[in-house]
């Protein structure tokens, strides 16, 4: 890995089948311990369940009520700044409920790959 600087493109959004609209921050072969992403889920929106093949999920709560639904954990309101751990093959799934877009950050260790992705 080289040092670099991504500058974020918030253009190259895109909607992904899970419900949600994702901007890839930093997500390459070059880094592959880490991917970062900023998701946006609309008002109103359940992202369909789902879980990951090998990959430890982290969703950083920037702007936004959600209910975040995790393994056999009880939904629960999420806000910003607070922190959703997720490990490898246990499914989730997030609401936004509040009245604005729901935005985080999801942080994939190691790196995100749609071959990992498991709809449930």
């Not at 109103?44 to 999920?57: F, P, Q, R, S």
């Not at 246990?90 to 498991?118: H, K, M, W």
Request: charged share 25%.
């Amino acid at each position: 890995m080289k040092p670099s600087i991504r500058k974020v493109d918030l253009s190259s959004e895109y909607f992904f089948n899970e419900g949600c609209f994702i901007t890839e921050l930093s997500n390459s072969a070059e880094d592959s311990q880490l991917s970062i992403a900023r998701a946006r889920v609309k008002t109103g929106v359940t992202t369909k369940w789902h879980y990951l093949l090998g990959v430890t999920e982290r969703y950083i709560i920037l702007q936004g009520t959600g209910k975040v639904e995790v393994g056999e954990l009880e939904p629960q309101l999420v806000n910003t700044g607070d922190v959703v751990l997720i490990p490898p093959e246990v499914r989730q799934r997030i609401s936004n409920v509040g009245e604005d877009d729901l935005i985080f950050l999801a942080l994939c260790t190691p790196r995100f790959e749609e071959s990992i992705y498991v709809s449930m």
